[in-house]
């Protein structure tokens, strides 16, 4: 795979090994003759609605701490239901492995329709999991099929090569090659790329292979995204990284989709040379609405520990990379914060004691208002307010032809009107975020996670949206009472699939 030269404002990074796996990309049939894939990809039952993955690694299962379970809801015309629950962990029947203590089952969850049959598979991580003569922390990575039924069965896609892999803590599906079939890439030893090529036989097995995309630099990633950044059909892939003895010190790559798969990274810069700061998490969206994803960096750290210039870090911040023909456009990039005019808010940074807001947590990109442009919801779980730290809430942003916008923003917590429960210290409301379009009206619901809720039992909630943006009106909440799981410090709404 050559090294590609960078543009529209990206340097271009040093040479990299990329190893391959002893298991050697086959022909692939032709891609018209290959059965149709399904309409959404995340409808694991083909009836026209989006589902929704909740994820919590941290769980206890079957007395074993931090095992980890994936719980399920359908998506229908009244949107996601609590009846069409299921929950799954490495003891239901029919899954590979066994819940063992630290297997943090949930670590990523994705989805996919990965054997091409027309139902969205979900993909689970397991970055904790011991690994034959691996060893400890490997990680693995596992699909439960889709059907008419819903989700049944499962296979395991990857095991962890070797010891402290932890594969399987980062996942993202997409069309990598532009061969309309998907693929996975998931991080191993922290900072590379394993990508396994598709389709996938229903033992799991990766018919195009393994291989991974290597990473010089001493960094470690800290989330993936994938979206086609510069519209040429094929799915580029986006990370946040700690790079350097800094602890904050942060940066942006970005992995382009080939016929060979994702090339070489590079590390996004600025036009000076200087690299675009980044964050802990992400995701990919059209903001601005003009046929290129876009992507989406929440930066919730301070900069207290870094000798970076980042005024805008405090309290947490947003950085918007738009895409482009040429990739990430660096010169049309923007940073909001609480700051930030018509953000709601105050910026509050660390008081040197680990309270800030956090503002650029779990960020979400999703059309809440269904006028084309897609939105970005923005967890804020550090917000304190009338004396209850950490209690949390939600910031939606607009998006618009000239990108993200504080203009028309919203907040939500649990204090607002409608919006069930209370805001209390240490509930974290905010912790994740989702937006998904579950009724299939034209706009993106928002799913929220709140990991302290109940003394760390963490519980999900799920406001609908209109085209005035996201409402209480006829929001829910629900934990493990609904979902019939160990509540103690599992931390629900720790994260969700995408």
């Given at each position: 795979?050559n090294?590609?030269r960078?543009?529209?404002?990206l340097?271009l990074?040093?040479?990299?090994?990329?190893?391959?796996?002893v298991?050697?990309?086959?022909?692939?049939?032709?891609?018209?003759?290959?059965?149709?894939?399904?309409?959404?990809?995340?409808?694991f039952?083909?009836?026209g609605?989006?589902?929704?993955?909740?994820?919590?690694?941290?769980a206890?299962?079957?007395g074993?701490?931090?095992?980890g379970?994936?719980?399920?809801?359908?998506?229908?015309?009244?949107?996601l239901r609590t009846?069409?629950k299921?929950?799954f962990?490495?003891d239901s029947?029919?899954m590979?492995?066994?819940?063992?203590?630290?297997?943090a089952?949930?670590s990523s969850?994705?989805?996919?329709?990965l054997?091409?049959?027309g139902?969205a598979?979900?993909?689970v991580?397991?970055?904790?999991e011991?690994?034959?003569?691996a060893?400890?922390?490997?990680g693995?990575?596992?699909?439960?099929?889709?059907?008419?039924?819903?989700?049944?069965g499962?296979?395991?896609?990857?095991n962890g090569?070797?010891?402290?892999?932890?594969a399987?803590?980062?996942?993202?599906?997409?069309?990598?090659?532009?061969?309309?079939?998907?693929?996975?890439?998931?991080?191993?030893?922290s900072?590379?790329l394993r990508?396994?090529t598709?389709?996938?036989e229903?033992?799991?097995?990766?018919?195009g292979?393994?291989r991974?995309?290597?990473?010089?630099?001493?960094s470690?990633?800290?989330?993936?995204a994938?979206?086609?950044?510069?519209?040429?059909?094929?799915?580029?892939i986006?990370?946040?990284?700690?790079d350097?003895d800094?602890y904050?010190?942060?940066?942006?790559?970005y992995?382009?989709?080939?016929?060979?798969?994702p090339?070489?990274?590079?590390?996004?810069?600025?036009?000076?040379?200087?690299?675009?700061?980044?964050?802990?998490?992400l995701d990919?969206?059209?903001?601005?609405?003009?046929?290129?994803?876009?992507?989406?960096?929440g930066?919730?750290i301070?900069?207290y520990?870094?000798?970076?210039?980042l005024?805008l870090?405090?309290?947490?911040?947003?950085?918007?990379?738009?895409?482009?023909?040429?990739g990430?456009d660096?010169?049309?990039?923007?940073?909001?914060?609480?700051?930030?005019?018509?953000?709601?808010?105050?910026?509050e940074?660390s008081d040197?004691?680990?309270?800030?807001d956090?503002?650029?947590?779990?960020?979400?990109?999703?059309?809440?208002?269904g006028?084309g442009?897609a939105?970005?919801?923005?967890?804020v779980?550090?917000e304190?307010?009338?004396?209850?730290?950490h209690?949390g809430?939600?910031v939606t942003?607009r998006?618009?032809?000239?990108g993200?916008?504080?203009?028309?923003?919203?907040?939500l917590?649990?204090?607002?009107?409608?919006?069930?429960?209370?805001?209390?210290?240490?509930?974290?409301f905010?912790s994740?975020?989702k937006?998904?379009?579950?009724?299939?009206?034209g706009?993106a619901d928002?799913?929220?996670?709140?990991?302290?809720?109940?003394?760390?039992?963490?519980s999900?909630w799920?406001?609908r949206?209109?085209?005035?943006g996201?409402?209480?009106?006829?929001?829910?909440?629900?934990?493990?009472?609904?979902?019939?799981?160990?509540?103690?410090?599992?931390?629900?709404?720790?994260?969700?699939?995408?």
């Open positions: 795979m090294l590609r960078a543009a529209g404002g340097g990074a040093a040479a990299l090994a990329v190893s391959l796996s298991t050697a990309p086959v022909a692939f049939a032709n891609p018209a003759e290959l059965p149709a894939g399904a309409a959404l990809r995340d409808d039952n083909g009836d609605y989006a589902d929704v993955a909740f994820a919590a690694p941290d206890t299962v079957g074993k701490a931090k095992a379970y994936v719980a399920v809801m359908y998506g229908s015309a009244q949107g009846s069409s299921q929950v962990d490495q029947p029919g590979p492995g066994v819940a063992e203590e630290g297997d089952y949930g969850v994705t989805t996919a329709d054997d091409r049959d139902y598979d979900l993909v991580g397991s970055a904790g011991d690994v034959g003569t060893g400890s922390n490997a693995s990575l596992a699909v439960i099929w889709g059907g008419a039924q819903g989700l049944a499962s296979a395991t896609l990857l090569a070797e010891a402290y892999d932890a399987g803590g980062h996942t993202v599906a997409g069309d990598f090659n532009g061969d309309r079939v998907p693929d996975l890439a998931t991080v191993a030893d900072k590379d990508v396994l598709g389709p996938f229903r033992n799991g097995a990766p018919v292979g393994v991974d995309v290597t990473d010089d630099f001493d470690r990633i800290l989330d993936l994938a979206g086609d950044v510069n519209g040429d059909g094929m799915t580029d986006a990370a946040v990284a700690n350097g800094e904050d010190d942060r940066r942006i790559t992995w382009q989709g080939t016929g060979e798969g090339a070489p990274y590079v590390t996004v810069r600025k036009p000076d040379g200087g690299r675009l700061e980044g964050g802990e998490n990919i969206g059209d903001v601005n609405a003009d046929g290129y994803a876009d992507i989406v960096a930066r919730p301070d900069g520990d870094s000798d970076l210039d005024p870090a405090e309290g947490g911040m947003v950085t918007y990379l738009p895409g482009s023909a040429k990430p660096v010169s049309l990039a923007g940073v909001l914060n609480q700051d930030s005019p018509g953000v709601p808010g105050v910026a940074g040197g004691y680990g309270n800030s956090n503002f650029g947590t779990g960020v979400s990109v999703g059309d809440i208002d006028d442009y939105d970005v919801a923005v967890g779980p550090g304190t307010f009338d004396g209850r730290t209690a809430s939600v942003l998006g618009s032809a000239r993200l916008t504080g203009t028309g923003a919203a907040v917590s649990q204090d607002t009107d409608g919006v069930p429960g209370a805001a209390e210290a240490e509930d974290r905010g994740a975020t937006l998904v379009d579950a009724d299939g009206n706009t928002l799913v929220v996670g709140a990991t302290g809720e109940n003394e760390n039992a963490g999900v799920v406001l949206s209109t085209a005035s996201v409402t209480p009106a006829g929001s829910f909440t629900f934990g493990a009472g609904t979902l019939g799981t160990v509540a103690a410090n599992a931390k629900l709404g720790s994260g969700f699939d995408f």
